[in-house]
């Protein structure tokens, strides 16, 4: 099948300069990450994974520091722990009450990580499936970079695996 293009959703009036998104896992809430702010914003979708109709500010938003200031956003599997990341390489992860739930009670862990040592610009992350790898997305160079954690989404884990991709030819 070929993509084609179904809808836009607007987010200027939470965020006008987005940067990371994220949905929680049966599509129901978007998350958007952006400079503007320094913050996450919450959204609801009336029908998953679906933005072109139905989506609702919630109302909730959470503040995440300058250093992590809303270039990459990922979540653990059940939402209760949060992944925000800065275009100067820092990744800091924030513990929620509820899963995927800005409402509820949002605090850091106090763990954060420096990936700016091989990452320079970093754009986007992404875990695989059980939170043992890292993937760093560079937005200076075009490059894919690979960490491990020895225990799952644990940032104090954290190191390079030496392993990289560029992408530079594709993208």
Known sequence: DIASFTG?????????VPEG??????????FIAGTQNNAIQEYELT???DVSSGVIFSGNSF????EVSGTGLEF??????MFAAGGGGTVASYSLSTGF????????????????????????IEFNGDGTKLFAASGSGGTIYEYTLGTAYDLTTLTYSGNS???TTQA
């Open 63 to 66: 503040n995440v520091s300058v």
């Open 47 to 49: 029908t998953p994974y």
């Open 101 to 124: 739930d800005l409402s509820s009670t949002v605090s850091s862990t106090g763990n954060t990580a420096d990936l700016s040592t091989e990452v320079s610009g970093l754009k986007g």
């Open 8 to 16: 836009e959703f607007d987010t200027t009036a939470e965020e006008s």
């Open 21 to 30: 998104i994220e949905f929680n896992g049966d599509g129901t809430k978007m």
């Open 76 to 81: 653990n599997g059940d939402g209760t722990k």
């Open 165 to 167: 991709f560029d992408v």
